[in-house]
């Protein structure tokens, strides 16, 4: 049984040909075969049997139809090459889109209206991707602005929270919806002083189980230490973030939660080296030991990792000074505290 062309949409070209062989029209179809021209009026949806594509006369119908076509395209590949554009772009690369597809009509039929959609669709996308900026944000917080330039800041100044967001953080590029919905730049500055100090209270915590002559030195040295800012770990200054593509809020996330602390430790990594040196270490050992912990800060492969191995390196300055108390019979530790209590209670007591 053969296939009725008819009801695939398909006009009968042999019954044209005979209807309307009289007007002595001719037409062409999109693979270049001539037949002649159906009563003078080409039918708005004709297709070519052959080819299965609409004939280059086939009407407005047919070209309206391609030239939507051409613009459905074009926008769907523009926006997989820019997909920021936003309701204006879309709406310009649309009305651009149309614009094509009409004056492609006119040039070159369905086909041409196609073309032409396709190509004013992706217009507006490429220039865009080509243009638009990238988000950024890039912080810093490791100097201090003076009169004559800018200075390497020291522990103490950072648990000052104004003089933190006045003199030492400086948001200097932030561009491109970011999008943190943290409060802005003044926000931002906040919980990153608010980490900072968390961090020096966690270190002070651990010094003041020790001696108190031995943990006022230390106290001292700690808040005195000016922190390293030259060093450079995965492109970023140790105090410093710098983050950009369509994953910054995750990444700042990722340092605000772990990996600040851990760089502001090795931030100020030569009070631990005179720390340990002050717990009996050798000097060498001492900074044997930091080195190694730095340098596989410096290796690790994510901020999550970089987060850990300074959680670590705190949990071995705090084992070096239990030791410490345990070998010189100090016992200014908790327990300690509570068993001197008791016993000077039981004194008085006698």
Do not use: C, H, W
Request: net charge negative; glycine share 12%; charged share 25%.
């Amino acid at each position: 049984m053969g296939i009725d062309k008819k009801s695939l949409g398909f006009s009968d070209v042999a019954n044209a040909a005979e209807s309307a062989a009289s007007a002595g029209k001719i037409f062409t179809d999109a693979a270049g075969n001539e037949f002649p021209a159906t009563n003078g009026v080409p039918d708005p949806t004709e297709l070519d049997p052959d080819t299965a594509l609409p004939v280059k006369d086939s009407g407005i119908g047919a070209g309206i139809g391609a030239g939507l076509l051409g613009i459905s395209i074009g926008s769907a590949l523009g926006s997989i090459i820019n997909s920021d554009l936003t309701g204006l772009q879309q709406g310009i690369s649309f009305g651009l889109g149309a614009a094509g597809a009409v004056t492609g009509f006119l040039i070159g039929g369905p086909v041409g209206a196609a073309i032409g959609g396709f190509i004013g669709s992706l217009v507006v996308p490429i220039i865009t991707a080509l243009f638009k900026k990238t988000p950024r944000l890039d912080i810093d917080f490791d100097s201090v602005k003076t009169e004559v330039g800018r200075r390497a800041a020291e522990v103490a100044e950072f648990l000052d929270p104004e003089f933190f967001k006045d003199s030492i953080a400086q948001i200097s590029v932030k561009r491109g919806g970011v999008g943190l919905g943290r409060g802005g730049d003044e926000g931002i500055k906040d919980i990153i002083q608010e980490k900072i100090e968390e961090t020096i209270d966690a270190v002070q915590a651990i010094i003041f189980k020790l001696p108190s002559d031995l943990a006022k030195q230390l106290t001292e040295a700690l808040l005195n230490t000016t922190v390293d800012i030259d060093t450079v770990v995965k492109g970023e200054r140790l105090l410093e973030f710098d983050a950009k593509g369509k994953e910054i809020k995750k990444k700042f996330e990722a340092f605000i939660n772990g990996e600040l602390s851990a760089k502001f430790l090795f931030a100020i990594r030569d009070f631990f080296t005179g720390a340990f040196e002050a717990l009996g270490v050798l000097p060498e050992n001492a900074q044997a030991f930091v080195d190694e912990q730095f340098d596989a800060f410096k290796n690790a492969g994510s901020r999550e990792e970089r987060a850990q191995i300074g959680q670590e390196f705190l949990a071995s300055f705090n084992a070096f000074v239990d030791a410490f108390n345990i070998v010189s019979g100090n016992v200014n530790d908790s327990v300690g505290r509570m068993l001197q209590k008791e016993e000077r209670g039981y004194r008085l007591a006698a």
